[in-house]
């Protein structure tokens, strides 16, 4: 049976345990099976930076027993995705794993900004700080954009249905 490696940050919602079972849950309804990574055990009675350390190691090794990552690349806290799953991706890819996204948006980066939020200075988008805003057609910074084997705009089950055809 495929194993999907589950990557987001679902994991930092209150909700998080019900997420997950409702991930895995989909992932079996669809003939694949779910590595969630709050279904690894962590010993939480322990000092802080251990349990950052156990919780490191075990996404590791899920992601090494999946064959497929599917990662929520929803912006998180700002204009980016989480830099964990981020994070999670790139590991995935240099691993040769398949690597799928999705956005609840099929708008360019350029696009995500609103108005207000940026301008054209000699033709080129920059952000309220004077930075160049990347823009590729993408809906996600290149280096992501391109180790994904497809960004979906859609849902976590809209990538399931994209995967089992």
Known sequence: MIKIYIAGPDVFERNSIDIGKRYSSLCQEYGFKALYPLDNVVDFTQDKQKISLDIYKANIELIKQSDIVIANLNNFRGKEADSGTIWECGYAYALGKTVYGYMHT??????????????????????????????????????IAHSCTKIISGSFEDVLKFCKH
């Open 106 to 143: 099929d708008l360019t980066y350029v696009e995500q900004f609103t108005d207000n939020e940026k301008m054209l200075i000699d033709g080129k988008f920059v952000d309220k700080n004077g930075k160049f805003i990347e823009d590729f057609n993408l809906s996600i910074n290149l280096m």
